[in-house]
C-alpha cells in the first residue's frame, strides 16, 4: 500500500497556465492532478494511454474525437487511447485524471508530444 497526501506533492509547470502533480502510481495505471488557469488551453494531441478524468473544480471546454463537451465541476470524463483531443478552459479548473498504461512521460514531469 502506498499513502500520497497532495498537499506533499509539489506542482510542476507543463506550459504557461498548466500545473499537474502525480498523485498516486500503481502497477499499471496513474493518477495525476491538473489545476487549468483561466484562459489556459492543452493543443490537441493523443495518446496510446486510456484517460478517465473527473472535474473537482471548475469547468472547460473538452474535444474528444469529433464530440466537444462542457466539463463541469462533478462530471467525469473517459478518453479511448489514440484519441486525439484538446481542452480550452472556460475559467479556472481542477482536474483529477487516471491514466493506464502508466505514462513515463507525466513520470519525468512532461508531456512528450510537446517536444515534438
Known sequence: ????????????EVQPGL?????????????LYG????GASFPEHSHP???IGFCLRGRAEFKIGEE??????????WIPPNSPHYVKNAGRGEFVEVF????ED?????FDYLRR
Open 100 to 103: 493506464t498504461p502508466l505514462r
Open 35 to 38: 489545476v487549468l488557469e483561466e
Open 68 to 77: 466537444i463537451e462542457l466539463v463541469e465541476e462533478g462530471s467525469s470524463y
Open 1 to 12: 500500500m502506498s499513502v500520497v497526501r497532495e498537499r506533499e506533492v509539489d506542482f510542476w
Open 19 to 31: 500545473r499537474g502533480k502525480v498523485l498516486a502510481i500503481g502497477e499499471r495505471s496513474m493518477m
Open 106 to 110: 507525466l513520470l519525468r514531469r512532461g
Open 49 to 51: 494511454h486510456e484517460q
